[in-house]
Nanobody, 126 residues
Framework: QVQLVESGGGLVQTGGALRLSCTASGRALTSLIMGWFRQAPGKERDFVAASTWGDPGTYYADSVKGRFTISRDNTKNTVYLQMNSLNPEDTAIYYC???????????????????WGQGTQVTVSS
């Protein structure tokens, strides 16, 4: 069993930055593929970024490329999402997900992730 705990959300103005953290327990981070997703009110949960093994190892939604960076600290069993140049369209609850098996082309699908955190709210004011 894998437990995930997110933190780092909050209220920020347009153009600001936040760093989200997701700490895993129950398995070593090196055995996990990690993803960040977000869900705005009334919308589905959408893929944001993922960190996998191998090359390139990181994947991003087009809407966040060049602004968000996913990274890992295996010594802390934690994955991060650095979010820069935030805008109101980034407002959502952000969830971290994990899976033990590389899902191939379904890396971007919520159904590919077996474990989820409770989510952290990010609000960007205009």
């Amino acid at each position: 069993q894998v437990q995930l705990v997110e933190s780092g959300g909050g209220l920020v103005q347009t153009g600001g930055a936040l760093r989200l953290s997701c700490t895993a327990s129950g398995r070593a981070l090196t055995s996990l593929i990690m993803g960040w997703f977000r869900q705005a009110p009334g919308k589905e949960r959408d893929f944001v970024a993922a960190s996998t093994w191998g090359d390139p190892g990181t994947y991003y939604a087009d809407s966040v490329k060049g602004r968000f960076t996913i990274s890992r600290d295996n010594t802390k069993n934690t994955v991060y999402l650095q979010m820069n140049s935030l805008n109101p369209e980034d407002t959502a609850i952000y969830y971290c997900g994990a899976t033990l098996r590389f899902p191939g082309s379904r890396l971007y699908a919520t159904g590919s992730y077996n474990y989820w955190g409770q989510g952290t709210q990010v609000t960007v004011s205009s």
